[in-house]
T-cell receptor, first 115, second 116 residues
Framework: KNQVEQSPQSLIILEGKNCTLQ??????????LRWYKQDTGRGPVSLTI?????NTKSNGRYTATLDADTKQSSLHITASQLSDSASYIC??????????????FGTGTQLKVEL | GAVVSQHPSRVICKSGTSVKIECRSL??????MFWYRQFPKQSLMLMAT?????????EQGVEKDKFLINHASLTLSTLTVTSAHPEDSSFYIC????????????FGNGTRLTVT
């Protein structure tokens, strides 16, 4: 069954601290792994996209990692800011052959950054 | 960068009426757009894939006669919720991408539908 599981479900950290969000996927065939940030009441915004051959990708203070062998990904946020408070969604895309390019969405990690 | 505009952002309607939601790609042509539904604290659920010039492809369990999709141009797709009921109240989001399966999806800002 194609699934994407994220942990933790929610997280509260102090401003300036770092944090790491986890994502496990069981999608096959695998095409790519995406991380999105979704502010409350808004549409998701793309942070990173990684294919099978990519182990890490950064976007400013966001760094995503991918281990295609263990089917795990993480999103590390450095020096958190209040504006980082949002839901972070892990999404895995299936390959075209046998997968139809379908996207499978995780339920997200709700991050709250406090003073 | 690419922008997807969704309108309206909020709509309140009475039970039994129909509501139309627009999704526009502002600076690129999108042959394919996607419509999602999201309940509070839940993941986005794909409802249908909107294909320009042809019929939409609906996911299992989504009523095509209730959720009418029209993709009449390369920059506009519409979702019409017909004969709305309170259980249709949800957050509806569209997305589009330029070309290429590995390109990022650009999402609209969603439409909060409340049916009274």
């Amino acid at each position: 069954k194609n699934q994407v599981e994220q942990s933790p479900q929610s997280l509260i950290i102090l401003e300036g601290k770092n944090c790491t969000l986890q994502c496990n996927y069981t999608v096959s065939p695998f095409s790519n792994l995406r991380w999105y940030k979704q502010d409350t009441g808004r549409g998701p915004v793309s942070l990173t996209i990684m294919t099978f051959s990519e182990n890490t990708k950064s976007n400013g203070r966001y760094t995503a990692t991918l281990d295609a062998d263990t089917k795990q990904s993480s999103l590390h946020i450095t020096a958190s800011q209040l504006s980082d408070s949002a839901s972070y969604i892990c999404v895995s895309q299936r390959g075209n052959r046998g997968g139809g390019n379908k996207l499978t969405f995780g339920t997200g990690t709700q991050l709250k950054v406090e003073l | 960068g690419a922008v997807v505009s969704q309108h309206p952002s909020r709509v309140i309607c009475k039970s039994g009426t129909s509501v139309k939601i627009e999704c526009r790609s502002l600076d690129f042509q999108a042959t394919t757009m996607f419509w999602y539904r999201q309940f509070p604290k839940q993941s986005l659920m794909l409802m249908a894939t909107s294909n320009e010039g042809s019929k939409a492809t609906y996911e299992q369990g989504v009523e095509k006669d209730k959720f009418l999709i029209n993709h009449a141009s390369l920059t506009l797709s519409t979702l019409t919720v017909t004969s709305a009921h309170p259980e249709d109240s949800s957050f509806y989001i569209c997305s589009a991408r330029r070309t290429g399966d590995n390109s990022p999806l650009h999402f609209g800002n969603g439409t909060r539908l409340t049916v009274t």
